[in-house]
């Protein structure tokens, strides 16, 4: 066997090193930026010796829903996963989106370890491992609670030991640095033919791209990215979502209460807002981006809400159910009855008071909107026959893996991780 079919779409079984990583949060300027200021020179080598595109995440542009999207080769409609946080029918309550029972479809990695393949996934927050390493027979373990990694629940142990790192904060640039040195470590003892890494976003949420903070993330990667390109992987970069200011011309937050405005003007509990950016890691977003859901109640009609909601001034659009569900491929049964999206410079929030902005030591930044969309898809090798289509950061996989010039594994089965 020289290919699998995942979710509609064939993939080859790599013969050489396959890395995907995910830039949590890497608006494409961020490498621009740090390319110029000469600290990015494996980034800057893309340009000659491999291949530099950019393609659309899908919307929201939220983290689950886009590394699902990333490791399904699939839209939210096929998998499932809608947002970081949902409103769940079947228990009548508002849950995080972070447990395989909410995932609707196979991911490349659990399929290409079954035909006997090594895969390893290295993410950097614990939201995310039990998503990416459903049915997977390998390695999976987040840098989060890499002090907590088993060999039966993780497929490694002593990960600290053998990282070399402490166990990193989960607010800080410690904690991708963490995922990459542990991709570093596992390349060199395991060697395994298909890698996932996914990185947090902590350093996009605080600083724009071309500061020194934010070079200093990006040269801090490269090195790491030199390293696996030096010991012979095929690379394939791209993201989640992109990153932008949230604020008016003083570095004031923009947002706009929804659920505020849905109760002064229709009455308490006529509306539920919900915004799916929500996760456990609220410090550096206070939990705001430029998507949100709107769920309405008996008494209130579906006209006088949209229009209440267009009358925002932060407010961009205003979609139905299935014109959302339709034009960000969706799956309908998970989100509202209503779509609300936010203008590139503001964010949208439930009530002033649920909201901590404590935590926001500079000026907001986040995402989950339309402006968010642009990614990168880079590759440290050239690709062939790349498909004249728009493209998308879910197809880094099929592309890393079918249209670069690295040739088809043999039929025999690989041993496995673990």
Known sequence: MTHITINQRSYRLPSAPVVIVCIDGCEQEYINQAVQAGVAPFFASLLKKGTVLSGD???????????????????????????NYFYDTEQNAEVLMNDARYLRAPTVLAAMAEQGLKVAVVTAKDKLRALLGHRLRGICFSAEHAD?????????????????????SVYSADLSEFVFTAG??????????????????????????GTAEANGFYAMMDRYLGELDAMGAVIGITADHGMNAKTDALGRPQVAFLQDALDQAFGTDSTRVLLPITDPYVVHHGALGSYATVYLKEGSTQQSVVNALQAIPEVEQVLDRATAAARFELPPD?????????????????????????????????????????V????????????????????????????????????????KLR
């Open 57 to 83: 995440c899908v919307m929201p542009s939220f983290t689950n829903p886009n590394n699902l999207s990333i490791v399904t080769g699939a839209p939210p409609a096929m998998h499932g996963i809608c947002g």
């Open 148 to 168: 907590k990694a088993s060999l039966e629940g993780n497929g490694i142990d002593d990960v600290l030991a053998k990282v070399g790192l402490p166990l990193p």
């Open 184 to 209: 570093v470590m596992l390349m060199r003892s395991q060697r395994p033919d298909l890698m996932y890494l996914s990185t947090t976003d902590y350093v996009q949420h605080k600083h724009a791209p």
């Open 334 to 374: 998970r989100i509202g009855d209503l779509v609300v999206l936010a203008h590139r410079l503001a964010v949208l929030g439930t009530s002033a008071s649920k909201h901590d902005l404590s935590g926001l030591t500079v000026p907001l930044r986040s995402h989950g909107g339309l402006s968010e969309q642009a």
């Open 376 to 415: 990168p898809l880079l590759f440290n090798h050239p690709l062939k026959d790349i498909p004249k289509r728009r493209l998308r950061n879910f197809d880094v996989l099929q592309l890393a893996l079918n249209h670069t010039a690295v040739p088809a594994a043999s039929a025999a089965p690989r041993s």
